[in-house]
């Protein structure tokens, strides 16, 4: 598996966007990264997923260099609901590998 | 539809007992993995069950078991529980199709079960 690199930590302004990103400078062709978020003591939760090309869906932006080793979500509103440790994870076909993550505080 | 459930949500136990945790996935899911997750820590991957076949396993010792149903529901035993087993520990389903397809790691994870062993 591919190995991640995260801040441990960022914080951001509550209705500013922000911007968490993921080195995967091993990444090989074929494999998917994937953002999870997990808010304090509950389960790990899906946001995007992507493999070249730049994704967006309801929650979140995931932005991925050409070269494809890094990439960067982007909350585009954060609230204080969003926040929580969010993981970056590259993967084909096998299994996740979470690492510590990035602590994102949104502040009032 | 209903998400991923656990059972029990919370587990006190003592040292060199034995432990079962169960989790229903997803309708329609045919994956099932577990996770232990320790206190400030990422989760970490214990098994990971599809179509009642083991398809992966964790660096766990012997101790940890699981086993998948035909209706997909799983169960993961531990024996001779240790204090460093107290962790909380998650099961996500995933999986209506191929292990290949971008989105069969699309993984919705259950709410665990927070054990505590003394």
């Known amino acids: 598996d591919a190995k991640t690199t995260q801040p441990p930590s960022m914080d951001c302004a509550e209705g500013r966007a922000a911007n968490l990103p993921c080195n995967h400078s091993t990444i090989s062709g074929n494999e998917y990264v994937y953002w999870y978020r997990q808010i304090h003591s509950q389960g790990p939760q899906y946001i995007i997923h992507g493999l070249k090309n730049n994704e967006t869906n309801e929650m979140a932006s995931l932005i991925i260099t050409e070269d494809r080793k890094s990439s960067t979500l982007i909350l585009p509103h954060a609230t204080l609901r969003d926040t929580a440790v969010y993981y970056c994870i590259v993967l084909y076909g096998q299994n996740f590998v979470f690492g510590p993550g990035t602590r994102l505080s949104v502040l009032p | 539809d209903a998400g991923v459930t656990q059972s029990p949500t919370h587990l006190i136990k003592t040292r060199g007992q034995h432990v079962t945790l169960r989790c229903s996935p997803i309708?329609?899911?045919?994956?099932v993995s577990w996770y232990q997750q320790v206190l400030g820590q990422g989760p970490q991957f214990i098994f990971q069950?599809?179509?009642?076949?083991?398809?992966g396993r964790g660096n766990f010792p012997d101790r940890f078991s699981a086993r998948q149903f035909p209706n997909y529901s799983s169960e993961l035993n531990v024996n001779a529980l240790l204090l460093g087993d107290s962790a909380l520990y998650l099961c996500a389903s995933s999986g209506r199709g191929s292990p290949f397809l971008s989105s069969y790691n699309e993984q919705f994870f259950g709410p665990g079960t927070r054990l505590t062993v003394l």
């Open positions: 309708s329609g899911h045919k994956s």
């Open positions: 069950y599809y179509e009642k076949e083991e398809r």
